[in-house]
């Protein structure tokens, strides 16, 4: 049944929080209530509810994900009081203003107005916050669930006093205001501990800042969480078995890649392997493995970086990206000589990284002895399961994925039932509501590694023999998830088409 504010809200989030229960349902003339429950076998917490409610429980078991979409809605509602007091709080940080004579580092509302913010993010699960200075005010966005979001605009004259607080919290230098600068910080809210990564840099108007939010207690989501289909897990389960070689992870920023391979990077973290990792910036903090953060002061980029890991005789190297001809061949070099290299490379899809490699002057040779898998993906919408319902998709619609499809050289197979949120309150009435990826998965077999040493080799030649092997393309991967209810048709065009 479709959870409701008034429902859950019967038993304080505290108290739901603390015995991991969510009241879904109420029958005033059964006196009794549907309770989603972690364990639905704990009679001490049913007896706690049954005494707590006054009224008969009727438990039901749920998972931990079920769980945390009814805690997102006591969030959800609260959404509107956060907006009214950013207002607010511009409103006291304008009157501190005037009080102090203008000088903003001095005001109390300041440090209350950039938290404010910050926790309303985390309420809305935005991957990003912007600060964005214009001509005549300050804009603040949010990215949710990949998309832009303008939250609210602001006196501009509150700009500079923002970018210094990020830039204290941030450890840099608050009277450099003409060079971009990089800083993190720990910022804690009622419910999580985020590490804020921090970009300022100077524009037109005045500094920018970027923000970007992730969870410092990450825990690392299974290959199927992340969206994966069981013959793109068993693929690439078999690829980075092996003892060397590389696996590429390829796709537009923000596509997800990053979190992917630390799901690898969690898989292989054995204590019997050594290994590192040079990243720009290292995102999350991973136990037991050696990681370096990309440092070009010092003198440390991806292609000197990883040379210097050598030395460390790791077993299983991560290096952030392959951008450029020397990072290249340093990376297939490592392949060759017993090391499982994993890297990220920027093509519009899987078999499209054998030619980028090639571009970097790899010959086609070592390619095909060192890559052993490609995987590509990008992240799409999620519908939200509190709102979901099922349509015939109209003619028009049809026509679309016939063209995208005509666009991508594949076949048209259109669904004869397609899913859509209606809207709600759990979903902000988007009726969308989290993420997931769509992959596609470019074994490099026999047949691929003949392909790719012969001649005349093209991107044509590449994705026939990805239909050869039946690989499952990333435009195919989202129709089934539509088709399913995961995700919507409009979403897949949307994403295949960037």
Known sequence: SQLKPETIEVLPESVARRRQVIVFGKNPEKNSFKVAMADATDI?????????????????????????????????????????????????LGASLKQSGGNILESIPLVQLFDTIIDYAAILDASDIY??????????????????KDIISIDKSINDGVVARAKTLSGLRIDEHLKPQDGRFRFRTSDIDLDIRTAIMPTFFGEKISLRLLSANQAFISFEELGMSQN????????????????????????????????????????????????????????????????????IDFASGLRALLRHSPDIIFIGEIRDTDTAAISVNAALTGHLLISTIHTNDAPGAVMRLMNLNIPPF???????????????RKICVNCIESYNPP?????????????????????????RGKGCSNCGHTGYDGRIGIFEIFNIDENVK?????????????????????????????????????????????VISE
């Open 450 to 494: 003949a392909a790719i040493n012969s001649q005349n080799l093209n991107s044509e030649i590449l994705k026939k023999t990805a239909k050869e092997q039946k690989m499952t393309s990333m435009f195919e991967d989202g129709i089934n998830k539509a088709e399913v209810g995961v995700t919507t048709i409009e979403e897949i065009l949307r």
């Open 232 to 299: 793109v897990i068993e693929t690439l389960i078999k690829a980075i078995k092996k003892p060397y070689g590389m696996i590429l992870s390829s796709g537009p920023t923000g596509s997800g890649k990053t979190t992917t391979i630390y799901g690898i990077l969690n898989i292989l973290n054995k204590p019997e392997v050594h290994i590192t990792t040079i990243e720009d910036p290292v995102e999350y903090v991973v136990q037991n493995v050696s990681q370096t953060q990309v440092n070009q002061q010092a003198g």
């Open 366 to 380: 070592l390619i095909g002895s060192t890559v052993n898998a490609v995987l590509a993906q990008r992240l799409v």
């Open 44 to 92: 001490e917490n049913i007896n706690f509810l049954k005494e707590y409610l006054k009224g008969n429980i009727e438990p039901h078991i749920a998972s931990l994900s079920d769980l945390k979409m009814g805690f997102r809605l006591y969030k959800k509602k609260s959404a509107k009081e956060f907006e009214t007091m950013i207002s607010e709080r511009v409103k006291e």
């Open 131 to 148: 600060f964005q200075p214009e001509e005549d005010f300050l804009k603040i966005r949010f990215r949710v669930d990949g998309l832009l």
């Open 395 to 419: 003619a028009s619609l049809k026509k679309h994925i016939e063209e995208a499809a005509s666009q991508k050289n594949e076949k048209a197979r259109m669904p004869s039932i397609l899913y």
